[in-house]
């Protein structure tokens, strides 16, 4: 039986790559050196690819400069996902927000209000890591053909 000449000129269809632009929102470093040292390479995101902010007006100012077909995941502490949420909830750019933050119960109704934009609450690194990675995947399967760009912005409260 002859092999198709389908077969003999198959073709592998590439994902396309996404970059993903990392940054860490917080008034002091430390926790977003730790957690780029302990999981950035984990999650195949290379540290030039994190950027820190260490407040409000450092992390708006880089969204300005964020242009379509970008996109934006945001990681942000309780307290700061409350002040800024008003302020980014039409943001096109902005495709979701993860909430990292000890106390999960004080941010429940905040999910609530805008289950649009906050995909989760985590309170501990470890979960933070895990559901990144799940839906890291889960966005690049989804933005298939798409050149999208993705930029997360860890803020992390204390």
Request: hydrophobic share 40%; charged share 25%.
């Given at each position: 039986?002859?092999?198709?000449r389908e077969?003999?000129?198959?073709?592998?269809?590439e994902?396309?790559?996404?970059?993903?632009?990392?940054a860490?929102?917080?008034?002091?470093?430390k926790?977003?050196?730790k957690?780029v040292?302990?999981?950035?390479?984990?999650?195949?995101?290379?540290e030039?690819?994190?950027?820190?902010?260490?407040n409000?007006?450092s992390?708006?100012?880089?969204?300005?400069?964020?242009?379509?077909?970008?996109?934006?995941?945001?990681i942000s502490?309780?307290a700061?996902?409350?002040?800024?949420?008003?302020?980014?909830?039409n943001?096109?750019?902005?495709?979701c927000?993860?909430?990292?933050c000890y106390?999960?119960?004080?941010?429940t109704k905040l999910?609530?209000n805008?289950p649009e934009?906050i995909?989760?609450i985590?309170s501990?690194?470890?979960?933070?890591?895990?559901?990144?990675?799940?839906?890291?995947?889960?966005?690049?399967?989804?933005?298939?053909?798409m050149?999208?760009?993705?930029?997360?912005c860890?803020l992390?409260?204390s």
């Open positions: 039986m002859a092999a198709s077969n003999d000129r198959s073709v592998e269809v994902e396309l790559p996404l970059i993903f632009s990392f860490w929102l917080d008034k002091d470093d926790q977003y050196n957690f040292r302990s999981y950035g390479n984990q999650l195949g995101i290379n030039r690819l994190w950027t820190y902010c260490k409000k007006e992390l708006f100012h880089y969204l300005q400069n964020i242009q379509l077909p970008e996109k934006v995941i945001l502490s309780g700061l996902a409350k002040e800024i949420i008003e302020d980014v909830k943001e096109e750019t902005l495709f927000i993860y909430i990292f106390k999960i119960e004080n941010y999910q609530e805008y934009k995909v989760d985590v501990d690194s470890k979960v933070l890591y895990q559901k990144l990675k799940n839906d890291l995947q889960a966005f690049r399967t989804m933005e298939l053909g050149s999208s760009y993705f930029f997360l860890l992390y409260c």
